[in-house]
């Protein structure tokens, strides 16, 4: 493996250390015993419900390719997948505010259990059917469990500035260093100790099993609007129009689908854009290179979310707008940077893309527990899995359609397109930070103006 590789791990590894261990007790949020117990629970559970989903992707297309699919069949079950997370998901993931919280985690375990075990059998109707489960339980994954956690949190009186303390820890545990070990023990099952290809999806159903007991045995039960009355499309309607009437959380929808498009784009487009002539890069490596890049982006939120006079709305536009010049970085190199010849170890383009490549990991790191912590201020409570899965229907549209048209396009387009739309997530983040401070302008006003009535009633008194 070249040394470029080596030292590019090697520096953000330090980097990542240097973070952690450098913070200073003005980085640190003083928390009581109490609210500890449940954060390391809660992140006990969220590592497991990760090491459940990052186990089966790496192996997931070398799967069905060893089952004898050709490249279109393996197209259309991804498809499925996400498919299913738009259709089937949203209508499961809103069951979670009338239904429970709690169950639907449970319920997110039991579906990606049944879709592992559909892993053994190599016909295509059973993968199917289990592409089809893997996307509901996406959908439960990333809304259950924080609507959950925001519900819990809120219910035992916690500070609400503690709630980003868990949103920093988790992306850097479950998006970065659960990742990055489970990418290693899928390894170590198919390549050190040659099992099956299926050996990670049993591991990953183990500990999902696991994870659910403590589900079952530590957490509680809670609710957004467990009203009788409401069916299913009276809680769409009213998710619906809350986005409608509210330009807060229409905006950070449409940030949010921005972002993920993009991002779920990047994971279809790096392998070609840094092998573009099928040269020889070791991609499991660069994988947890990118993971360690997620990471150091987690470390910095956990700084940058500390500082009460620092907004969340406020360094996102910084960070959207970097996202959008690494994806220009691919066009870039294409015009300015001589190809490498076939066979050959990665070309000085492609080093140069991997450097603004892991600068955009990192802003992911950045995203998710800001994305979090704006999620749990603006979306209302009593409907709050039914919105983040509203959120996630033009998400999954968008990237079933860059699945379809994947060979359509030349890959510079897409990066272009990419940027385009991180560009577009800036100034709608510079939008909701205008609306936020107008917002908190007029309560301002309004509260000076009451104090001020009751200091005349007290003088005419």
Known sequence: MEVFYYLVFG?????????ELRKTRKDRVAISSAFDTFKNNYLFVYSLMMAGDWLQGPYVYYLYSQYGLNKGEIGRLFIAGFGSSMLFGTIVGSLAD???????????????????????????????????????????????????????????????????????????????LIAIVSG????????????HP???????????????????SSWSENYGDPSESKDL????????????????????????????????????????????????????FIFATFMLSSMLGSSIASRLMTHATLKVESYMQIVFAISAVTLL???????????????????????????????????VGIFWPSIMKMRSQYIPEE?????????????????????YNVNAFPITIMFGMCSIFLFMASVLQKRLLEISDSHKSMIQVWTDMTEGDDEAETLNI
């Open 233 to 284: 499309i009276t809680q769409f309607n009213g998710a619906a129009a809350a986005i409608a009437s509210d330009e807060k959380i229409a905006l950070l929808g449409g940030i949010q689908s921005l972002f993920e498009g993009s991002m779920y784009t990047f994971v279809f487009l790096w392998t070609p854009a840094l092998s573009p002539n099928d040269e020889d890069i070791p991609h499991g």
């Open 98 to 176: 009338k239904q429970g919280r709690k169950r639907a985690c449970v319920t997110y375990c039991i579906t990606y259990i049944v879709s592992c075990l559909t892993k053994h059998c190599p016909e295509y109707t059973s993968l199917l059917i289990g592409r089809i489960l893997g996307g509901i339980s996406t959908s439960l994954l990333f809304s259950a469990f924080e609507s959950w956690l925001v519900a819990e949190h809120n219910k035992r009186g916690f500070d609400p500035q503690w709630l980003s303390v868990i949103f920093s820890k988790a992306i850097f545990l479950g998006n970065g």
């Open 11 to 19: 520096g953000l590894a330090a980097a990542v250390a240097a973070m």
């Open 184 to 195: 290693l023990l899928a390894s170590l099952l198919v390549d050190n100790l040659e099992y």
């Open 329 to 363: 970085l691919p066009i870039v190199c294409n015009f300015l940077v001589a190809p490498s010849e076939q066979g050959d170890g990665i070309s000085f383009g492609g080093c140069i893309q991997l450097l603004g490549f892991c600068v955009f990991e990192a802003c």
């Open 383 to 403: 409907a709050r899995s039914t919105i983040m899965n509203f959120f996630r229907i033009p998400l999954n549209i968008f990237v079933c359609v860059v699945l």
């Open 198 to 216: 299926v050996a990670p999806f049993d591991a990953a159903a183990c500990f999902l099993t696991f994870g659910m007991a403590v589900i079952l």
